[in-house]
């Protein structure tokens, strides 16, 4: 499939997940995998750089003014505040990449696909689950980099984020890292029907995982 044009027609595929799904790990697999055909937006952000990171490379580094005149120009097309700084999607970016016929992948929350899906409705929206929630703390505190507290807290933040798996056009649950690769591949294909969110079988899998 790797050598197979991922989509007939350039799309924006947009990712959500709570933390610890794994979903940076499986996106970026199958991004590397089909580089040809997929590229990632690059969000802006108004936090300084990280020592390792570079402008234009991991984020588009702005200051605040600068952000606030593209987002009034319409140039954003999710934005968020967290904590005290403003991250974005850029609208021209994911529409070049389109119009050069590639296919663009987006990593934000549920609350930013729900701002995409106003703006771009062709968008396809997935949606990634751990196996348990069991798993799901396994993962966070496999870590080892958070105190309990944190861990609490991202726990809960992850249970509140699935709540929302039903907004999504599709949903995988990432248990084995290949298995979900051939899933998130069959969706970039446009034959991901197993797991559109509308399939009863996959739905009463969801709902055992999220009780």
């Known amino acids: 499939m790797s050598s197979d044009k991922i989509a007939k027609a350039a799309k924006l595929f947009v990712f959500a997940a709570p933390s610890g799904a794994g979903k940076t790990t499986l996106v970026h697999a199958v991004v590397t995998k089909h580089q040809d055909d997929l ?122 984020d699935m709540a929302h798996w039903d907004e999504f056009d599709h949903v995988i649950i990432n248990n084995d890292l290949d298995e979900a690769i051939v899933a998130l591949e069959a969706v970039l294909m446009g034959t991901g029907e197993a797991s559109s969110s509308s399939n009863g079988e996959l739905r009463a899998t969801i709902q055992r995982i999220i009780d």
């Open 39 to 160: 590229r990632f937006s690059i969000s802006y952000t108004t936090r300084k750089p990280r020592s390792n990171e570079a402008n234009g490379v991991d984020y588009v580094f702005v200051d605040v003014d600068e952000f606030m005149r593209l987002r009034d120009a319409g140039e954003m097309l999710e934005h968020a505040q967290v904590f005290d700084n403003y991250y974005a999607t850029s609208r021209s970016q994911v529409e070049s990449h389109l119009a050069e016929d590639r296919s663009v992948v987006l990593e934000i929350d549920w609350q930013g696909a729900q701002q995409v899906r106003e703006s771009m409705p062709d968008c396809v929206t997935i949606f990634i689950l751990p196996p348990s929630i069991a798993e799901l703390e396994q993962r966070l505190r496999g870590r080892r980099t958070d105190n309990p507290e944190v861990i609490e807290r991202r726990l809960r933040d992850a249970k509140s």
